[in-house]
Every structure is written in C-alpha cells, then in structure tokens.
C-alpha cells in the first residue's frame, strides 16, 4: 500500500495534458482536469498518444493546408461574385444603351438611303430642267417657218396699203403761214387778215405738208427754201391717189379756196 503510494507520488502524471502531478491533488494544475493516479507506463501512453493526435506542429500542417483551401475558395469566390456583377452590369448597360444603339443604327442605316433619293430626285429634276439645246433650234425653226407661212398667207390675201404720204417734221412755227392748219379749223374772219398771196400759199401749204410737187414755179421756189418741205410725189400722182389729208384739213382748203374766190384773187 505504502509503495502503491509512493509510487504514485513519484510517477503521476495527468492524464489530459500529460503534466507531472504532485502529491494527492485531485486536479491538474495545468489543464483542471480530474485526475486519478497513473503509473508511469500510463505517462508514456499519455505522452505517446498526445504527440500522434494534437502535436502543436502536426497539427498545424493540416489547419494550413486548411485555410489553402479556404482562401482559395474565397478568391474564386470573390472572382466568381466579380463575374456576376460584371454580367450585370453589362446586361443593364445594354438595356439602358440597346435602344438608343439600335436607333443611331438604323438612323445611319437611313441617312444614306434619304440622301441617295434626295440626289436621285436633284439629279431628275436637273434632268426636267435641263434643256436640249436641239430643241430651242427646233422651235426656232418652226416659229420662222411659222411666221414666214403666215407673212405670205397675208400678203396672198390682203394687198399691201399704198405707202402714204409721211408729214414732215414740225419745224418752227416762222416757217409757215398757218402752223395750226392741220389741226385747227380756221373761219373766214380768221382768214381775212390774210393777203391773197397769203392766203394762197397758207391753202397750198396743207398740201406741201404731204410732199406734193408744184407746177407753180413761184410756189415750188417757196416751198423749196422751206426746211420742213420734201417732194415725194408729183401733182399727178398726188392727185392720182386717194387723199391723205385729215377732215380738219380738208375744211381749211375749202374755207381758203371760198374766201380767195369771194376776193377774185389773181392766183387762182
């Protein structure tokens, strides 16, 4: 009994950590563990069994081949998450751009289209507009046959007027005896202050108006030192053709050749 004791005085160790035990403690001292006494033999089983299963190295080997895993498994995980988000946003940027895109798209599709028909419709306009220079020649050519068939229907239908008589340009009122003779109907008072060669020549003067010749000598040396007086007909013709004087003018003659006859004037 007594050796049992001192033998397990001597050699008892804890049987959780392995720790020497010293005299009756019912605990151990390192760990708390309730503890019995143990032989030696026992301690080496301890100690034996402790390094095979919670050898501080040894088991760290494991917990980092362990936490290895586990960041690796939190990197691709994080890649993973990084992917999903990525594809997230992509989907929602093509929801948010896609129309906008496909409408710029079709707009330059479109664009093209509008300005090919917009020069396609110029260049058929400028065709319209254009103008064959055949054709004006053409047209011209018609129109002068045209017109030259027209000249000689009329001359074939119509005979051509006799060329009148073309007054004489109006020179100063000194140089005749009664300016107004071609459009002022004169009387008789109005007359009488006139001589009979006056009044002879002012008669004769509605006629050299016309371009009528004279037989009269002293007539034909007067009308002749007029500026405004030009022969274009002889008395024979003049008289031949129908008369080109004007109803007033008539009127003046006939008043004259009364009061000159009334008066017996010696140029009749």
Same mark, same amino acid.
């Given at each position: 009994?007594?050796?049992?004791?001192?033998?397990?005085?001597?050699?008892?160790?804890?049987?959780?950590?392995?720790?020497?035990?010293?005299g009756?403690?019912?605990?151990?001292?390192?760990?708390?563990?309730?503890?019995?006494?143990?032989?030696?033999?026992?301690?080496?089983?301890?100690?034996?069994?402790?390094?095979?299963?919670a050898?501080?190295?040894?088991?760290?080997?494991?917990?980092?081949?362990?936490?290895e895993?586990?960041?690796?498994?939190?990197?691709?995980?994080l890649?993973?998450?990084g992917?999903?988000?990525?594809?997230?946003?992509?989907?929602?940027?093509?929801?948010?751009?896609?129309?906008?895109?496909?409408?710029?798209?079709?707009?330059?599709?479109?664009?093209?289209?509008?300005?090919?028909?917009?020069?396609?419709?110029?260049?058929?306009?400028?065709?319209?507009? #254009?103008?064959?220079?055949?054709?004006?020649?053409?047209?011209? #050519?018609?129109?002068?046959?045209?017109e030259?068939?027209?000249?000689?229907?009329?001359s074939?239908?119509?005979?051509?007027?006799?060329?009148?008589?073309?007054?004489?340009?109006?020179?100063? #009122?000194?140089e005749?005896?009664?300016?107004?003779?071609?459009?002022?109907?004169y009387?008789?008072?109005?007359?009488s202050?006139?001589?009979?060669?006056?009044?002879?020549?002012?008669?004769?003067?509605?006629?050299?108006r016309?371009?009528?010749?004279?037989?009269?000598?002293?007539?034909?040396?007067?009308f002749?030192?007029?500026?405004? $007086?030009?022969?274009? $007909?002889?008395?024979?013709?003049?008289?031949?053709?129908?008369?080109p004087?004007?109803?007033?003018?008539?009127?003046?003659?006939?008043?004259?050749?009364?009061?000159?006859?009334?008066?017996g004037?010696?140029?009749?």
């Amino acid at each position: 009994m007594t050796q049992d004791r001192a033998g397990a005085g001597a050699s008892a160790f804890c049987t959780g950590c392995g720790a020497p035990l010293k005299g009756d403690t019912a605990f151990c001292t390192r760990c708390g563990k309730p503890v019995g006494f143990a032989t030696a033999g026992s301690h080496q089983r301890v100690v034996a069994a402790v390094p095979a299963a919670a050898h501080p190295k040894q088991a760290g080997q494991p917990r980092q081949g362990g936490q290895e895993k586990s960041n690796k498994g939190l990197i691709i995980g994080l890649i993973a998450a990084g992917v999903v988000l990525l594809a997230a946003a992509g989907v929602v940027l093509f929801l948010l751009l896609g129309p906008s895109a496909g409408s710029n798209e079709r707009v330059v599709e479109e664009v093209p289209a509008t300005a090919e028909d917009a020069s396609r419709d110029e260049s058929s306009a400028d065709e319209e507009n #254009a103008v064959d220079p055949a054709e004006p020649e053409a047209g011209d #050519a018609e129109a002068a046959a045209s017109e030259s068939a027209d000249a000689e229907a009329a001359s074939s239908e119509t005979p051509a007027p006799e060329p009148g008589p073309a007054p004489a340009a109006e020179p100063a #009122a000194s140089e005749y005896i009664l300016p107004d003779s071609d459009t002022h109907a004169y009387t008789t008072s109005e007359l009488s202050a006139l001589s009979d060669w006056e009044l002879f020549v002012a008669r004769n003067e509605i006629f050299a108006r016309h371009g009528r010749g004279f037989l009269n000598q002293e007539l034909a040396q007067y009308f002749g030192g007029k500026s405004w $007086y030009t022969q274009r $007909y002889s008395p024979e013709e003049f008289d031949a053709m129908p008369s080109p004087l004007s109803a007033v003018e008539k009127q003046n003659t006939e008043t004259m050749l009364a009061l000159e006859q009334s008066r017996g004037s010696q140029y009749l």
